[in-house]
């Protein structure tokens, strides 16, 4: 099996690193930029699955499955979009829950 190359973790950290940075920002930065993130993870897992092509009957092609004859590339930019919108899911509970901390510390102050 071969190894994941390291450009399939760049997606998935560019959406942690700017998440992380947009703290900084106003609230609407960071709302924006996990919709795009999703939307770009969604867009690499269609273009990879669209680039598979049909898949090959492994009796015909000699390699042991399906997933094995297929361009490793293409399988590749689907993981780096599963990976991201992965991401996206956990960062969205976390700003959920964040700023929900802002807004019960908020109300708590000004009592």
Sequence with gaps: M??????VFILPAVIVVG???SWWGARRVR?????????????????GWQAMGP???PRTVSCSSTWACTDPGSLYLV???????????VLLILAILGEAMVIWRRRRTSD
């Design 2 to 7: 071969d190894i994941v190359p390291g450009y």
């Design 19 to 21: 998440w992380i940075l």
């Design 31 to 47: 709302w924006i930029l996990l919709s795009a993130a999703g939307v770009v993870s969604v867009l690499c897992v269609v273009i």
């Design 55 to 57: 898949p090959a009957d």
């Design 79 to 89: 993981a780096a979009g599963l990976l991201g919108f992965g991401c996206c899911l």
